[in-house]
């Protein structure tokens, strides 16, 4: 029996430097089909599926948030919360300058920029989400509970 390649990304580096179990998924990426498409392939609930975005608030001041795939972020909510005039999803460039990972790959563990991130509150009613593990078509499986032991997100509710 072949053992499974994990890739080696920023992602799963962090993740064995620090102890934490992930199991791993893979599907064929597709430009632009986002968790629905993922969710498709994988056969796992949307909700499930937890998207990492980057955004930058109105003094350029990057931050992401962690949501919920079937669900959008409400900016006006967002910026709300943060007490900045407005925030907006970062450029592609920038997100990934930020990141270190190309869009459609973008892991919240291991990122070059040190930033402030925010968990949206229905993703911990798993005990176990889905989130990018740090390339494209490559999903990794971790505990809610060791998310917010590594990550140390502030949990809002900025769906819609």
Same mark, same amino acid.
């Given at each position: ?14 993740? $064995?430097?620090?102890? +934490? ?6 599907? #064929? @990426? ?7 498409? &993922?969710?498709?392939q ?17 003094n ?8 919920n ?15 900045? $005039?407005?925030?907006? +999803? ?6 990934? #300058? @930020?990141?270190?990972y190309?869009?459609?790959?973008? &892991? ?17 009613d ?30 809002v509710?900025?769906?819609?």
């Amino acid at each position: 029996m072949s053992k499974i390649k994990i890739p080696s990304t920023q992602a799963t580096r962090f993740l $064995k430097a620090k102890s +934490i179990e992930f199991k791993p998924y893979f599907y #064929k @990426y597709v430009e632009h089909g986002g968790t629905k498409e &993922s969710a498709k392939q994988l056969n796992i609930e949307e909700h499930r599926i937890v998207k990492t975005l980057v955004f930058e608030d109105c003094n350029s001041n990057p931050l992401m948030v962690l949501m919920n795939g079937d669900f959008e972020v409400s900016l006006k909510q967002l910026a709300r919360i943060i007490g900045v $005039k407005s925030v907006n +999803i970062a450029e592609p460039k920038k997100a990934e #300058k @930020y990141t270190g990972y190309r869009v459609g790959g973008t &892991s919240p563990f291991g990122c070059k920029t040190a930033m402030q991130i925010f968990a949206q509150k229905n993703i911990f009613d798993f005990d176990k989400i889905i989130i990018n593990g740090g390339q494209r078509g490559f999903l990794i499986e971790i505990s809610t509970d060791a998310l917010k032991e590594c990550l140390k997100p502030r949990i809002v509710d900025v769906a819609v």
